[in-house]
């Protein structure tokens, strides 16, 4: 199987579906909200080795819409998760988790645990995601749900493209310039896939959208001092959606989990650093195959 096809969800939604059509390990992308497989250009290349299969989340990207338009929280999205896995006969997989397909991936292995053979979070938490929103530009916490929902809400006027590149581009650089524009495709050789992923959020009904954030919204922090497999979480110290000191917090409940902090990543660490997600990717699999349970924590290089 390779490219796109539609897998029917457990309540009947028809959802869009793609797969990178290799024979290597199989991989799921639980993506953030609304991306496309562009957003992790080394990954998912055939060659990576790695069989790469994601989907569009319910209502974008050609998914259709739940007849009950209430069918938007997390736990719909875990089912759609394992719907996804069974239509590509997929029975076990590393999952990879990025923003809110975080806290996906890990109520995803709670519920369904011997079918996860590790997770790489990507700056997202378990849970609890609004009140991690703006810390890394120091909001108080108890301010953080509240301005997130508000956030939310306004993406319905604001449009996509403010919002994404106001967020991803570290306050040093001017959003126009071309170190602006390199601060989110840091290598060269995937330029390419930050234009592929800007017109996938240009087409999104931000309407819609604004639910998707506010369901996504209500799913409480879970419990994640049982896993049982190896996790990685990175995170960027200038991810103003999820703060990287609340990531490191996750990874010390997690046993054996290792953490790597970007000093100039953003919330877009996949469409920054491409490689590094393959180069972690790779480590994940070499844990879990030498069922390696120690962790690490660091403040990551800047790859070259």
Do not use: C
């Not at 060269?188 to 009904?205: I, N, P, Q, S, T």
Request: aromatic share 6%; proline share 6%.
């Amino acid at each position: 199987m390779s490219g796109y096809w539609t897998v029917r969800a457990n309540d009947g939604t028809r959802l869009r579906a793609w797969d990178n059509g290799s024979d290597g390990v199989p991989v799921i992308i639980s993506n953030g909200l609304g991306s496309p497989p562009a957003a992790w250009p080394a990954v998912t290349e055939k060659s990576s080795g790695f069989r790469v299969v994601t989907w569009y989340h319910r209502g974008l990207g050609g998914s259709q819409r739940p007849l009950d338009a209430g069918a938007i929280q997390v736990e719909h999205h875990v089912a759609d998760l394992g719907s996804v896995m069974e239509s590509a006969g997929i029975e076990r997989a590393l999952i990879i988790g990025w923003s809110m397909g975080v806290n996906v991936a890990f109520e995803f292995a709670q519920t369904q645990p011997e079918r996860v053979a590790g997770i790489l979070a990507v700056g997202g938490i378990p849970g609890g995601s609004l009140t991690s929103m703006f810390g890394s530009v120091g909001m108080p916490r108890h301010l953080r749900e509240p301005v997130g929902r508000m956030s939310a809400q306004m993406l319905r006027i604001s449009g996509p493209w403010l919002s994404l590149l106001g967020a991803a581009i570290p306050r040093s650089h001017h959003p126009l310039s071309r170190t602006g524009i390199e601060a989110l495709a840091r290598e060269a050789g995937h330029a390419g896939a930050l234009a592929a992923v800007l017109r996938e959020f240009l087409a999104h009904d931000w309407d819609w959208y604004s639910r998707l954030v506010l369901a996504a919204g209500d799913h409480r922090p879970i419990d994640v001092s049982s896993v049982g497999f190896p996790v990685t979480l990175l995170a960027g110290r200038h991810d103003s959606i999820t703060s990287s000191d609340d990531i490191v917090a996750v990874a010390q409940t997690i046993p054996g989990a290792r953490v790597s902090v970007l000093p100039a990543g953003t919330h877009f660490l996949p469409l920054q650093y491409p490689g590094l997600m393959l180069e972690e990717l790779r480590r994940l699999t070499l844990r879990e195959v030498s069922g390696e349970t120690g962790g690490t924590q660091d403040d990551a290089a800047e790859p070259a």
